[in-house]
């Protein structure tokens, strides 16, 4: 987690400073810059504007907490504000730790989470503003966040979420298990084994479907219905040398069209060790916005799973099936769609097991 602390006065960034240590404490991941604007702290002190300083960490970071007013953290990020689904979390603190102020992102960013733990931290009173919280019921985008969940249509979930607002129910479908939710009266209601395969009540008008298929095989029957995919798909891949990610991000985009799964869908790559420094195989990894995981062949031969095995392969690179290893080697899951094989590339997908948290 890359976080951004703001502060402009001396009190205000010995408050940062403390803050950061109690952080550190419960998130041990977390990499804290400081933004310091203040003729009292020279040698700390940033030359160029405020507004300057932030823009250059504004989109790299997860959450930008300021030490000063709130004016001061609103006329900063303005110039940098583009969507709740990509801005961070901005946190606004007053210098002498008495309120915690959720400003941007409060949902999907976690300000609101961010906001509450940081007033806890300090002692001080988290504030918070959205409808939702503010009337006790359930949130879309908050609730996406928590699960790890990709928003598809942010349009319909402000539809969703004023009907939700308005009192009206809507139900939570997962694929394979029909009915799992509904929200009654703003709050979320998980539905019991027994009641899952049963008829939808009849008050509820739009749906929520959980589901990482590109076209879930039912939205509901409803007019609204917002499909929210899960981020728990794997890829393996095997190539030849020098194969340009051109090569590699179609056979994927095909891979991922023969199992129905949607781009959003994807988490990281796996591949071999020889293949570790693959410009290609980077390149395409870098355009998806995922991590490339590789394994050893000793590695890839302790996975367990049933595979395909290629004598070629094997006398190549001292295992027998690259790509359906590697997926599952990097998932832990299943396989889902065995080697794919194009020109010049081999691709295999594999799920993850995708549990729902409904403490929100």
């Known amino acids: ?10 009190r205000a960034y010995e408050l940062a400073s403390e803050t950061e240590k109690k952080w550190k404490n419960v998130h041990l991941d977390v990499e804290i810059t400081h933004i310091v604007k203040c003729s009292a702290l020279p040698s700390l002190s940033v030359k160029e504007t405020l507004s300057e300083a932030v823009g250059r960490n504004f989109e790299a970071a997860e959450l930008i907490v300021f030490f000063t007013a709130l004016g001061i953290a609103v006329r900063s990020i303005s110039p940098f504000i583009k969507h709740k689904a990509a801005d961070p979390a901005v946190v606004a603190v007053d210098e002498c730790g008495r309120y915690s102020i959720s400003v941007l992102s409060g949902h999907h960013g976690g300000a609101n989470h961010y906001a509450g733990e940081i007033a806890y931290l300090i002692g001080a009173e988290p504030v918070i503003t959205t409808a939702t919280d503010m009337e006790g019921k359930f949130a879309v985008d908050e609730f996406a966040r928590i699960n790890g969940l990709e928003i598809t249509d942010w349009e319909l979930a402000k539809k969703i979420s004023a009907k939700l607002l308005a009192g009206e129910e809507v139900a ?58 899960p981020v728990n798909i794997y890829l393996g891949i095997g190539c030849r040398r020098g194969v340009d990610s051109t090569r590699i991000t179609a056979a994927v ?65 001292g295992v ?8 599952l080697a990097v998932c832990g899951g299943r396989l889902i769609l065995p080697r794919q094989v194009f020109d010049g590339v081999t691709v295999a997908i594999a799920e993850k097991t995708f549990c729902i948290n409904f403490n929100i």
């Open 1 to 10: 987690m890359r976080a951004v602390f703001v502060s402009c006065t001396v």
């Open 172 to 229: 939570l479908f997962a694929e394979e298990e029909g009915i799992i939710a509904v929200s009654r009266n703003g709050k979320l209601s998980e539905y019991t084994e027994k009641n899952r395969r049963q008829s939808m009540p009849a008050a509820v008008s739009c749906g929520l479907v959980i589901s990482n298929r590109e076209k879930p095989d039912k939205l509901c029957g409803f007019e609204n219905v917002l499909q929210l995919v």
């Open 253 to 317: 985009r095909e891979a991922l069209r023969r199992a129905n799964i949607s781009r959003r869908a994807v988490a990281k790559a796996g591949s071999i060790d020889l293949k570790a420094k693959e410009a290609g195989l980077l390149g395409f990894c870098e355009q998806y916005g995922i991590e490339l995981v590789t394994f050893s062949a000793d590695e890839l031969l302790m996975t367990d799973g049933s595979v395909s095995s290629s004598p070629f392969v094997k006398e190549i690179t």
């Open 320 to 327: 027998d099936n690259v790509c359906e290893r590697s997926a």
